[in-house]
């Protein structure tokens, strides 16, 4: 018998569906939409020489109904005609529920009918267990082989092959095929006392053929790892900083994007509530999400079943646009900027981000340096934002004191903290390179993929502390 | 379908993939699963979200030579999670602590973990519990609540392995929460209460008094 895909499958659901948002319908609702997820994917990690590998195979839908503000959610693992139907009938059940108690407001949903197949070469699914874990050994061996002060080592490998339908009442039918893959290390190592960690990420919407050009993670992370133990612990006080992409993109998306998320303006816990169109930063300053970018936070359609495209989000210090979903885009007349995703079939779709940087400047790396004294901060480790007040810290991987645009010490250890609305007015050159680094984010315990990063950015007097 | 039903397709399910596992070479484990859920949870006494959920699967670990290979997968496509479990296997490094998969044994029957009223209960009626909990804080005009919620589930589930071990399960679950606030009159908030309850009454006795 001939195997039929899980894209076949899916599609041969298409009266399964629309009967399902019928029946919303029917019962009342006045908007319903569906997602129905195939998956599968594999999930690798070697530590210290134990490997552990696990596979998944999933089907799944997710219905929600819409009435006056209320929203019903529902999913199922039983996607065949009734199993649908009997979701959208429990959707539209709870919609009807706590229709009395849901903020009163009406929604315009634009529609769209469009397939979108992956660019991916090699398909996850088309590469053996053996050769995606002879990938991860690798880079274990090679993290171990560079130094002898490498005492301990994790390399972690997943891949996933997502086919979605979302479809809509209105018309929507969108079949998309999303492939991620990514590998990551993280290495420790150690000389007496001292411990010091490294880490390498390598991620994004292809397939296998992301690690064939030796993507070596393990190596870069070792090497770090090593590097630290002989660095000095950073100074405190108030420098002038430089921030590489990596460290720029998490300030980019935990210090700015979150706040710039529609649900956060609704619910009155963003900085960025009513700075529409105001200057809240600098010339030099332009951040951008965009989510048609082939990165780890790659999305054709987003859950809402809403054509994603690039959005500017700040530019040239001013603020232009939130992210918002159908709900927030409506609330706040906005409109959907397709900015709506769901970890899985199993949660409803929220406002998120996708992939999210500074956009380059004019500078080149060794101009940006020219005369600069300062702390040259170096990935990201750690750190948190206080979202009403924008209070961040972040801890980088490593620094570089630089001394009249000199590298000096190295450093480790260091962390800088501002005021998101306050660092933004004191960025003064960004560099015209642009690297991303895959990511994942949690949000109302949901975790989605994520990639942040952008240029090299110049600030002057930050916090510089350790942590 | 009956939770004992359910038990008896899930167990039949868990026998026919490991029946695929070629019990000379390797050690098989299967353990699915089955539940529907329903939750509701307001901010503010507004809703927050309503959602029910339905779902199935099964998980099944494969061990050849003390190497461990894991697949899971939606109850369709169980084949598939014993081959992927298989090649994992065959391709992992073994785990020098791992003896074996445990030998078919008497395990203790537990008893009082279904309650046929909370498995019965419909969406909408979950949905009004989380509303009358919020409701039932409103005693005073100082007290401002927060969250509240409630969520009721049940499950069934089924194991078995290569050795012979083979069970069932299946409970109920209920549960309502809230937070709730007072305030000072520099607006300050000075307590802050949160209760859960995990219920093992009758839904008529849910009373909720902060």
Redesign the interface.
């Known amino acids: 018998m001939e195997m039929r895909s899980p894209m076949q499958e899916l599609s041969e659901k298409r009266d399964d569906i629309e009967q399902a948002l019928s029946t919303a319908r029917e019962r009342g609702a006045q908007f319903a939409d569906i997602r129905l997820e195939s998956s599968e994917g ?1 999930s690798i990690s ?1 530590k210290d ?12 839908a997710g219905i929600r109904a819409f009435l006056e503000g ?9 996607v065949d005609r009734r ?1 649908m139907t ?2 959208a009938e ?2 539209i ?6 229709y009395e ?3 009163k407001f009406s929604i315009e949903v634009s529609a769209f009918e469009d397939t979108v197949k992956t660019t991916a070469q090699r398909l996850p699914t088309q590469v ?3 050769d995606k ?1 002879g990938y991860v050994l690798q880079q274990e061996r090679e993290a171990k082989e560079m130094d002898k002060r490498v005492s301990s080592t994790e390399i972690g490998y997943s891949d996933i092959v997502l086919h979605k339908i979302i479809a809509n009442s209105e018309g929507t039918y969108v079949d998309e095929t999303v492939v991620r893959s990514i590998a990551r290390a993280m290495i420790f190592a150690k000389e007496g006392a001292l411990r010091q960690s490294g880490y390498k990420a390598k991620g994004d919407s292809r397939g296998f053929e992301l690690f064939l050009d030796g993507a070596d993670i393990g190596r870069t992370a070792a090497t770090q790892a090593v590097s630290l133990l002989d660095a000095k612990p950073a100074p405190s006080g108030q420098f002038d900083a430089v921030l590489d992409p990596s460290l720029s993109g998490v300030f980019a998306h935990e210090a700015f994007g979150h706040a710039a998320e529609a649900d956060a303006i609704i619910s009155g816990t963003s900085i960025l509530a009513g700075k529409l169109t105001q200057k809240i930063g600098s010339e030099a300053v332009t951040i951008v999400d965009d989510p048609t970018l082939l990165s780890y936070g790659y999305m054709g359609y987003d859950d809402e079943g809403i054509q994603t495209r690039r959005k500017v989000l700040l530019e040239r210090g001013i603020l232009q646009t939130y992210l918002t979903d159908i709900e927030t885009g409506s609330r706040l007349g906005l409109g959907t900027n397709g900015s709506a995703r769901a970890q899985r079939y ?1 949660a ?1 779709p929220i406002v998120r981000m996708s992939n999210t940087f500074f956009e380059p400047g004019d500078y080149a790396f060794d101009e940006l340096l020219e005369g600069f004294s300062g702390i040259y901060f170096v990935g990201w480790q750690y750190g948190y934002t206080t979202p009403t007040t924008g209070m961040f810290t972040f801890k980088s991987r490593e620094a570089y004191a630089v001394e009249h645009g000199e590298l000096r010490d190295h450093l480790r250890d260091a962390a800088l903290s501002a005021m998101t609305l306050e660092i933004l007015h004191k960025i003064n050159a960004i560099t015209r390179t642009l690297s991303f680094d895959p990511g994942t984010c949690g949000k109302g315990g949901q975790m989605t993929p994520n990639t942040t990063g952008g240029a090299y950015m110049r600030v002057s007097d930050v916090v510089v502390g350790g942590i | 379908m009956t939770h004992t039903e359910r038990e008896a397709t899930l167990l039949e399910i868990c026998t026919r993939a490991l029946a695929l596992v070629d019990t000379s070479i390797y050690q098989g484990e299967a353990f699915a699963t089955h539940s529907n859920s329903v939750s509701a949870e307001l901010e503010k006494g507004k809703i927050k979200s309503s959602q029910s959920g339905f779902e199935s699967g099964i998980g099944i670990r494969i061990f050849k030579d003390g190497s461990m290979g894991y697949a899971h997968a939606s109850l369709e496509r169980v084949e598939f999670a014993v081959k992927q479990a298989i090649s994992a296997s065959r391709a992992g490094r073994p785990d020098k602590d791992f003896k074996s998969l445990p030998p078919a044994e008497r395990y203790p029957i537990v008893s009082g973990t279904w309650d046929n009223t909370i498995a019965s209960l419909d969406v909408s009626t979950v949905a009004q519990l989380a509303i009358d909990v919020a409701d039932a804080s409103r005693i005073d005009k100082r007290i401002e609540i927060v969250n509240s919620g409630a969520s009721v589930g049940r499950w069934s589930d089924a194991i078995a392995n290569t050795f012979g071990v083979s069970g069932t399960d299946s409970g109920t679950q209920a549960a309502r929460g809230k937070t709730a606030e007072t305030a000072s009159s520099t607006r300050h908030r000075g307590v802050s209460i949160s209760m859960l309850i995990r219920l093992e009454v009758r839904p008529e006795r849910w009373r909720c008094v902060v």
């Open positions: 594999t070697a020489g134990m490997t552990k590998i696990n596979s998944s195979n999933e089907l799944g209320a929203w019903g959610f529902a999913y199922t693992t039983q199993g009997d979701c429990r959707a059940s709870l919609a009807k529920a706590v108690r849901a903020e053996s267990i053996a874990l199993d409803p």
